[in-house]
């Protein structure tokens, strides 16, 4: 089974500074990597996906992120945070099931915290 | 194009009872994934039905259940309700199986 870390549960960082969220996958086949963000109390809105075609990925609101397989990682960045960029993050990881159908598997979060 | 909606969107239930939720997936879509999201455990696959037919299943135990129709609409059920199950229950629809899920806004269960 396929697994993602995302190393730091919280992550703070000043309006107008880079924003940094790591992710690192592992999986035996080519994967289909994904990040959504969560505000509260509501669902998980998809910012990018990553399906094997260029490795910088462009998402909306001014985020992307870089697939690197010799890293396996898929590191989500914004040039300059802004405050309502303040959420919950989750880094995905398509994955193969026993029953040959795949699904997803997710990160446990990264909540970025955005100070004035 | 309406998004996935889920009802009801909070439920307070008590030990023991059992429990119906329901998902409706963006027009055209036919493959419908449940998560269970809490604090400590994360995002947690349920199960994902796919034309009728469940496809995959998460590690939960059998209290958990769910059924897709024909129109795609799908409903999971959990029995005998425990405190353990209070939790954000997530849906998630996608075009077709293994493709990018657009989730619902969820459903907040509170077990008492």
């Known amino acids: 089974a396929q697994s993602v870390t995302q190393l730091g549960s919280h992550v703070s960082v000043s309006e107008g500074a880079l924003v940094l969220l790591r992710c690192n996958y592992s999986?035996?086949?080519?994967?289909?990597l994904f990040w959504y963000v969560q505000y509260p109390n509501q669902g998980l809105q998809l910012l990018l996906k990553y399906t094997s075609a260029a490795t910088l990925v462009k998402g909306i609101n001014g985020f992307e992120a870089e697939f690197k397989k010799s890293e396996t990682s898929f590191h989500l960045t914004k040039p300059s945070a802004h405050m309502s960029d303040a959420a919950e993050y989750f880094c995905a990881v398509s994955d193969i099931r026993d029953s040959g159908y795949s699904t997803l598997t997710f990160g446990k979060g990264t909540m970025l915290l955005v100070s004035p | 194009k309406a998004g996935v909606t889920q009802t009801p969107r909070y439920l307070i239930k008590t030990r023991g009872q059992q429990v119906t939720l329901s998902c409706s997936p963006i027009?055209?879509?036919?493959?419908v994934s449940w998560y269970q999201q809490t604090p400590g455990q994360g995002l947690q696959f349920l199960f994902e039905y796919f034309s009728e037919t469940q496809r995959n299943k998460g590690n939960f135990p059998g209290r958990f259940s769910g059924r897709q129709f024909s129109n795609s609409r799908s409903e999971m059920n959990v029995s005998t309700l425990e405190l353990g199950d209070s939790a954000l229950y997530l849906c998630?629809?996608?075009?077709?199986?293994?493709?990018?899920?657009?989730f619902g806004p969820g459903t907040r269960l509170t077990v008492l």
């Open positions: 999986s035996s086949v080519p994967p289909y």
């Open positions: 027009s055209g879509h036919r493959s």
């Open positions: 998630a629809s996608s075009t077709r199986q293994a493709d990018t899920q657009y």
